[in-house]
């Protein structure tokens, strides 16, 4: 058996309880909520706690609402599965949808939770193995080592940040609030994710994410294409997200993010000031998809699943086949599998 | 660290059982080893295979990432509860009788996420079936009659005793490019 370490375990009930159980000792306390990213990690002992904190009888971290001015606000703790079959969400922001459903796997979409993915821990092949594993080619600096396996003459850590839900709530425009004893604070998604595998969230560690809220789509078209080897459980090496508002032949406003591509989510500036005020047809489209893979940030490297250089092509690849559905232009490329679209809700 | 046990009131297979264990143990940990109930199997132990599926409240998921202390109050089933007295569960008598099991290793978590399946969808498609199933992995059989006994299952829970699974599925094909008909 592959055994957590032994830890102390707490169940509060309040959003309250559970920043002051944080407040006393942030740095070996973790909150856990669907367990599904938090358990693995713990289990290969590259992510450690004295005490745990769960965050699943909290009801007031729970479930969709609606707001008056048309935005859903979806609390942390809700489970992917419950997300996917939402009506409103399904209606609203289909392209979440299908985000959302392109993580893991069924069962484990079941657990696993959004304010979960969006804190995911970033990845790398050299560090999600097992203990024995990591000593014997000895540990790298994610944890307790000194070198950077991947690239051993940087100073930094390049694991990747591969939450699906990441850029396509990013290109939507959420917003998420976090709370502590000290008090709250609301901030864009995109502001919450630091562009260093190892520190890779601003969130400081007594804070909790307690919301995650949506805008109001208003128009906008949107796709979501994911990048992996097998069409279910794999982690993607690739997601693209767009969200863009057209008006008549010009576009009005676009965001394009791309997911596991470096340790942060990356937007595709220079892709979408190529296409403000542009009609989205065959030639910008091919023009914005070949600037989005020198966006800063892109970089893959040799720390995921397949060959680097290949990932870097098929950024292009997928950053024009999105632009095209959202352009409802014909397709070129067969979709991937992304998973359970057509559930009931 | 020393650890730190609880006392908990576990409901497996509608049965309310109390157990004491550590609290960092996983539900699959205290099945198999409070609870004696091995029909749960070990496999990656980090949420990648799907053998350790249980129902949790109806729903499939992996008791390799559950952690037993959260399990109060909400009705586990696992596959030793599928029977009914002397009775297989008709998932069970048709993986056994097509075969759709092989070292059955797999096969407890299979079960029961077709058995939620089932549960929400009478009729499903092949795709759906694909798609409930695409969380659990297995090595020997190669999907086939797996696919086909849910199928078949589903349609004896619909009460159509007039379906039969294609021949194929129970003969196989044996000889390559033709169809194992009228055996
Ligand atoms: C086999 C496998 C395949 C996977 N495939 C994918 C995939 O394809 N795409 C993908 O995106 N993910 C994937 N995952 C990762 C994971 O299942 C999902 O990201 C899931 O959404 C994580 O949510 P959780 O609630 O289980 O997180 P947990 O494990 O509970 O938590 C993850 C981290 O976030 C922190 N955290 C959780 N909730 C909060 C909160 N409200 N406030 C502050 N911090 C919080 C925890 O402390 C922890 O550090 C996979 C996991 C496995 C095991
Ligand atoms: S990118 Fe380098 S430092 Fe970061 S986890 Fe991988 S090997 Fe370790
Ligand atoms: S043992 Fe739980 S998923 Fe493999
Ligand atoms: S029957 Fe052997 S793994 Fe499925």
């Given amino acids: 058996?592959?055994?957590?370490?032994?830890?102390?375990?707490?169940?509060?009930?309040?959003?309250?309880?559970?920043?002051?159980?944080?407040?006393?000792?942030?740095?070996?306390?973790?909150?856990?909520?669907?367990?599904?990213?938090?358990?693995?990690?713990?289990?290969?002992?590259?992510?450690?706690?004295?005490?745990?904190?769960?965050?699943?009888?909290?009801?007031?971290?729970?479930?969709?609402?609606?707001?008056?001015?048309?935005?859903?606000?979806?609390?942390?703790?809700?489970?992917?599965?419950?997300?996917?079959?939402d009506e409103q969400i399904q209606q609203k922001y289909?392209?979440?949808?299908?985000?959302?459903?392109?993580?893991?796997?069924?069962?484990?979409?079941?657990a696993g939770t959004i304010g979960g993915n969006l804190c995911l821990d970033?990845?790398?092949?050299?560090?999600?193995?097992?203990?024995?594993?990591?000593?014997?080619?000895?540990?790298?600096?994610?944890?307790?080592?000194?070198?950077?396996?991947?690239?051993?003459?940087?100073?930094?850590?390049?694991?990747?940040?591969?939450g699906d839900s990441v850029p396509m709530l990013c290109a939507l425009g959420a917003e998420i609030t976090l709370v502590s004893s000290e008090g709250e604070r609301t901030l864009p998604l995109a502001e919450l994710f630091r562009d260093d595998g190892i520190d890779y969230l601003?969130?400081?560690?007594?804070?909790?994410?307690?919301?995650?809220?949506?805008?109001?789509?208003s128009g906008a078209r949107t796709g979501f294409w994911k990048l992996r080897r097998r069409g279910s459980i794999d982690f993607g090496v690739l997601s693209v997200a767009v969200s863009g508002w057209c008006n008549g032949n010009t576009t009005d406003r676009i965001e394009i993010w791309l997911g596991s591509v470096g340790s942060t989510p990356v937007?595709?500036?220079?892709?979408?000031?190529?296409?403000?005020?542009?009609?989205?047809d065959d030639e910008t489209i091919a023009a914005a998809a070949a600037l989005a893979r020198k966006s800063a940030g892109a970089n893959?490297?040799?720390?995921?699943?397949?060959?680097?250089?290949?990932?870097?092509?098929?950024?292009?690849?997928?950053?024009?086949?999105?632009?095209?559905?959202?352009?409802?232009?014909?397709?070129?490329?067969?979709?991937?599998r992304h998973g359970s679209e057509k559930w009931p809700s | 660290m020393s650890q730190q046990s609880t006392t908990r009131t576990l409901r497996v297979n509608g049965e309310p059982q109390q157990v004491a264990f550590a609290v960092h143990h996983s539900l699959l940990e205290v099945l198999r080893e409070e609870l004696g109930l091995t029909g749960t199997k070990h496999g990656c132990e980090l949420g990648e295979c799907g053998t350790c599926t249980v129902l949790i409240d109806g729903k499939p998921v992996l008791s390799c990432l559950e952690l037993a202390a959260e399990c109060e109050g909400?009705?586990?089933?696992?596959?030793?509860?599928?029977?009914?007295?002397?009775?297989?569960?008709?998932?069970?008598?048709?993986?056994?009788?097509?075969?759709?099991?092989?070292?059955?290793?797999?096969?407890?978590?299979?079960?029961?996420?077709?058995?939620?399946?089932?549960?929400?969808?009478?009729?499903?498609?092949?795709?759906?079936?694909?798609?409930?199933?695409?969380?659990?992995?297995?090595?020997?059989?190669?999907?086939?009659?797996?696919?086909?006994?849910?199928?078949?299952?589903?349609?004896?829970?619909?009460?159509?005793?007039?379906?039969?699974?294609?021949?194929?599925?129970i003969y196989g094909d044996p000889v390559p490019g033709k169809q194992a008909k009228d055996v």
């Fill in chain 1, 267 to 280: 937007r595709c500036t220079a892709s979408i000031a190529a296409l403000i005020g542009k009609p989205l």
């Fill in chain 1, 94 to 110: 289909p392209s979440l949808v299908t985000a959302v459903a392109s993580i893991s796997s069924p069962v484990l979409r079941n």
């Fill in chain 1, 202 to 217: 601003s969130k400081r560690p007594d804070e909790i994410l307690t919301t995650i809220r949506i805008p109001s789509p």
């Fill in chain 1, 122 to 162: 970033t990845r790398c092949t050299y560090y999600n193995q097992n203990e024995e594993w990591r000593r014997s080619i000895d540990y790298c600096m994610k944890e307790q080592g000194d070198i950077c396996w991947v690239a051993p003459s940087s100073p930094r850590c390049w694991a990747v940040s591969s």
């Fill in chain 2, 74 to 169: 909400r009705s586990i089933e696992t596959v030793e509860g599928m029977m009914q007295g002397n009775q297989l569960h008709p998932l069970q008598s048709c993986f056994a009788d097509l075969g759709a099991a092989q070292c059955g290793y797999c096969t407890p978590g299979i079960l029961l996420a077709a058995q939620a399946l089932l549960a929400e969808n009478d009729s499903p498609t092949r795709d759906q079936i694909v798609e409930a199933l695409s969380g659990n992995l297995c090595r020997c059989t190669g999907y086939h009659k797996i696919l086909e006994a849910i199928e078949w299952a589903a349609a004896r829970l619909r009460g159509d005793d007039q379906y039969q699974p294609p021949n194929s599925a």
């Fill in chain 1, 1 to 85: 058996m592959l055994r957590l370490p032994a830890f102390t375990f707490h169940q509060p009930e309040t959003i309250e309880e559970a920043v002051a159980l944080l407040a006393t000792d942030p740095a070996h306390t973790r909150v856990v909520a669907g367990g599904t990213d938090l358990f693995p990690n713990m289990k290969r002992r590259h992510q450690g706690a004295e005490s745990v904190v769960s965050l699943r009888g909290i009801d007031a971290l729970h479930g969709i609402t609606e707001s008056k001015d048309g935005s859903v606000i979806i609390g942390a703790t809700t489970t992917l599965d419950a997300i996917t079959r």
């Fill in chain 1, 300 to 336: 893959p490297l040799g720390n995921t699943d397949f060959v680097p250089q290949w990932r870097g092509k098929m950024i292009e690849k997928y950053v024009e086949a999105v632009l095209r559905e959202v352009a409802g232009l014909p397709r070129q490329r067969m979709v991937p």
